[in-house]
């Protein structure tokens, strides 16, 4: 029988906070007039593209290495990434002085393998519709001695993530309600830790792309559910399944989790570009998406909108925003 897993807690947050103080962005929360007269409420935006890298992994991803022992620094790091992991991966390890191998999907955006390469990690591709990720990750790192590092099941990772929700709350107060992107659950299960800490009464909503709602799924069934990878604009979800600790704590302190169509996700991206001036990628127009078009009732509320990234190519955003 297996033990229990032990699970992060907000103390892990604070503490994720700390050591990322001096090396992460603490990144603006912006407002906009015509965003609060389309929901009836007053939005605060957390700009997570605005953070290192252009994602908020990098908090997570340097969370995780600055606990590594002298020799796991020695031998490195090992990851797999549709793309920001892979970044935030390859840029903590160069910070940190430690070699990284990243694992990265073929059809991976070109921004975004450039990006990890040109960060100093070598990056190693595969088919993601054909090839497990994870069993080529764990293969390599035991042939090579690296220590493997997932995008989101993993304590020190999802506890980083955490921190941006954190400095949400520390600068705007309690909300009423919080949207929050999701992949693998690492923000989501994060920023619920924060939630609960900082904002007991917050509701805390999981927004995933539609043609991939395992998260929606699993939430309803109390299990967790394995899709095929889902077909979405939103590369950075387009994740198969929730890990075992972030399904375990969004299970125990979600209120819901909702979806966003593709054609929803472009009409967030059009006004972040044309209203806010902003550039935001498909995965990091989720979480407005789903406060805009999921029905939750937001009139006279406070709500926060995590912004999870801004990497995407120009090429495509300008195709989808043309579409």
Do not use: W
């Not at 007053?42 to 953070?51: A, D, M, R, V």
């Not at 890990?243 to 819901?256: E, L, M, P, S």
């Amino acid at each position: 029988m297996s033990s229990p897993l032990q699970l992060p807690t907000y103390d892990d947050v604070a503490a994720a906070a700390r050591r990322l103080s001096g090396h992460a962005h603490r990144t603006p929360v912006l407002r906009s007039r015509t965003a609060d007269a389309l929901l009836g409420a007053q939005l605060y935006f957390k700009c997570e593209n605005f953070q290192r890298m252009g994602a908020f992994k990098f908090r997570g991803a340097f969370n995780a290495l600055s606990e590594f022992t002298p020799a796991q620094r020695k031998t490195g790091v090992l990851a797999f990434s549709s793309g920001n992991h892979a970044q935030a991966i390859a840029l903590s390890a160069r910070i940190l002085d430690m070699p990284a191998a990243i694992l990265m999907p073929l059809d991976a955006p070109a921004a975004k393998l450039a990006a990890t390469r040109g960060y100093g990690a070598q990056v190693i591709t595969y088919d993601r519709f054909a090839e497990d990720r994870q069993a080529i990750g764990e293969r390599l790192a035991a042939e090579r001695g690296m220590t493997l590092i997932p995008p989101y099941d993993h304590p020190d990772v999802l506890a980083g993530q955490g921190t941006a929700a954190k400095e949400l709350f520390d600068d705007v107060g309690e909300l009423d309600h919080l949207f929050v992107c999701l992949g693998g659950g690492g923000l989501l299960s994060g920023s619920a830790l924060a939630a609960r800490a900082l904002a007991p009464r917050c509701k805390i909503y999981g927004v995933e792309p539609e043609a991939g709602n395992d998260g929606q799924q699993s939430f309803r069934s109390g299990e967790i559910v394995h899709i095929d990878t889902p077909k979405t604009i939103a590369d950075g979800a387009q994740t198969q399944f929730l890990g075992q600790y972030t399904f375990a704590i969004i299970r125990r302190d979600v209120d819901d989790i909702l979806t966003a169509t593709d054609d929803q996700l472009i009409v967030a991206m059009r006004f972040f570009a044309e209203r806010m001036k902003m550039l935001v990628e498909p995965t990091g127009c989720l979480g407005f998406a789903g406060a805009r078009h999921c029905g939750v009732p937001l009139q006279g509320a406070r709500v926060g909108v995590i912004i999870s990234g801004g990497n995407v190519d120009m090429a495509r955003f300008a195709q989808l925003l043309g579409s």
